[in-house]
Structure formats: structure tokens, C-alpha cells
């Protein structure tokens, strides 16, 4: 029951982060390929990381995932959507290629770099990364230049953590 709760809990995190933008998804403008300008997600020794590609992560997993496609809610493309035992990896198309917008984790057996994990309560997250950029009762998050890190919290204690690209 519990897994069911959380699984629905992510699953309209994930709806409404999509749909909730009015902005359209699109290229930064800059070449960061291979490089990230904000927080990481490290799995497998392979690191996860907003406006990565493809061929730079989820294809050097060895864990294998359940992958489907569904129209974006943020562009007229189709998102490219990755589930894994622990985290799910979102992609959006640009100039044929497939670059991750959203990284969701759904277990505590993954963590932050900081060693943040589901279950974690804010001021775990507070003493880890300082104070937030913007905060509520149920939500901590911290930008970086390209990317916003996102604490989904009830009760206090974090259900979701989301690496999510900030659109121009």
C-alpha cells in the first residue's frame, strides 16, 4: 500500500512538473555536452545529469528500464520517459537527439550526492545543501545556473527528489 501511495504521489509530481510550465522546452544555447552546471545524480559509477544525452547515461546503465514515449506537455515533441527500480530519467527530442530535462528519484536505496534520500526530513536536506532558493511546506528546492533540485516533502519527510532543467 505504501509503494502504491508513493508511486502515485511521483506520478503527479511528474504530470504537473510537465504540465505545469508555460515556458517550452528548448536549448540553453550553450554546448555543455559531457558537463554539468548544477547537481549530478550518480548511479553505477555513471553520472546522470540535466541536458545529457542519451548515449551519454542511460545507455551505459547496466540496469535495465522500462521505456515509453508520451506526448509532452512542454513542447510539441514526444518526452522519452526511462523507469528504473530506483528513479526514473525524462527526456525531451532536440535536433534528433534526446536530452534528459528530468531526473526523479523514487527509493531510498539512491541518493543525492549529499546523501539526501527519500525519508530524509528538511533539516537533513538544510544541513547538506544550506538554505533553499524557495520553500514551502512541501517542497525545499536549490538552483544552480541551468537546473533546479527539488525536495517533494508531506509530513516534513522528503517522498520525491527531483534534478529538473530551468527553461529560458
Known amino acids: 500500500m505504501k509503494k502504491i501511495y508513493l508511486a502515485s504521489i511521483i506520478l503527479c509530481t511528474l504530470i504537473l512538473t510537465g504540465c505545469s510550465s508555460e515556458q517550452e522546452i528548448g536549448s540553453s544555447g550553450d554546448d555543455t555536452a559531457g558537463q554539468s552546471e548544477g547537481f549530478v545524480f550518480e548511479t553505477e559509477g555513471v553520472s546522470l545529469f540535466i541536458d545529457a544525452t542519451v548515449e551519454e547515461t542511460v545507455d551505459l546503465l547496466e540496469e535495465e528500464a522500462d521505456c515509453f514515449e508520451a506526448a509532452s506537455c512542454a513542447n510539441d515533441g514526444m518526452d522519452i520517459i526511462y523507469t528504473y527500480d530506483n528513479f526514473v530519467v525524462t527526456f525531451y527530442e532536440e535536433n534528433d537527439e534526446s ?3 528530468l531526473i ?3 527509493s ?6 549529499e546523501g539526501i534520500v527519500i525519508g530524509s526530513v528538511s533539516e537533513d536536506i538544510i544541513s547538506a545543501y544550506g538554505e533553499p532558493s524557495s520553500e514551502s511546506s512541501s517542497l525545499l528546492s536549490y538552483e544552480s545556473e541551468t537546473m533546479e533540485l527539488r525536495f517533494i516533502l508531506v509530513d516534513d519527510a522528503v517522498v520525491s527528489i527531483e534534478y529538473y532543467k530551468l527553461f529560458d
Request: aromatic share 8%; net charge negative.
Open 99 to 101: 536530452i534528459i530535462y
Open 104 to 106: 526523479t528519484l523514487t
Open 108 to 113: 531510498d536505496l539512491v541518493s543525492t550526492q
